[in-house]
């Protein structure tokens, strides 16, 4: 069951207990999703990262690229990331996104999942430099793929699976990284790609003290 918050953004919060998630199937961003997508594709400088989780490296199943404001640093599973400057395209995207989440964001994420082998494992988007309850806004293009959450402490709790719609909008808020775990699981069968954005608002030091 869902409730219609933001009649004109079509955002509706999800009913999952100690979580803030809202979602929006479609967006108008002013071109068609797969166009979108195919830009994405052809445009962003894409990486394949070796990650170093508990010591050991791995290549990450899927291919990556950061984008943001100078400064807005990122660092996780060890690998430390240096902004790249916004493009006309994910300017454009970023700010739909905002005027929609009511929200700001000084830098994007992007994953590029190139078939059905490629995936994300587990995890929340907790660190530090997120801050305490960061929004974060998730746009999809291309394949529909199924983004699991799972409650970290409530074992007795199901997980939940949504089918994340090419051109759709997904917006955790609040304490959700502090309850639930999400991630995307690999499929069995073929499928195309898809690109996923999540916007972030990066706590920028200063150097001040
Ligand atoms: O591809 C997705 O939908 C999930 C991406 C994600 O969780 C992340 O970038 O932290
Ligand atoms: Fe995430």
Known sequence: MTQDLFA??????LDIPDA?????????FGAAPDFVLKQLIEQIPWRS???????KEYQQPRLAAWFGDAG???????????PLPWTDLLSTLRSRVEALSEASFNSVLLNYY??????MGMHSDDEPELGRNPTIASLSFGEQRTFVLKHKFKKDLKSVQLTLESG???LMKGATQHHWKHGINKL?????????????????STGAT
Not at 49 to 55: D, Q
Not at 188 to 204: D, E, M
């Open 20 to 28: 803030e998630i809202y979602y929006a199937p479609r967006v108008d």
């Open 8 to 13: 004109s953004g079509g955002l509706d919060l």
């Open 49 to 55: 990262e070796v990650i170093n989780l508990w010591g």
């Open 114 to 119: 190139r078939d059905h082998r490629d995936s």
């Open 72 to 82: 807005a640093r990122y660092t996780y599973s060890g690998l430390s990331l240096e």
């Open 188 to 204: 069995a069968r073929p499928c195309g790609p898809r690109v996923n954005l999540t916007f972030r608002q990066i706590l920028v």
């Open 168 to 170: 759709s909008l997904l």
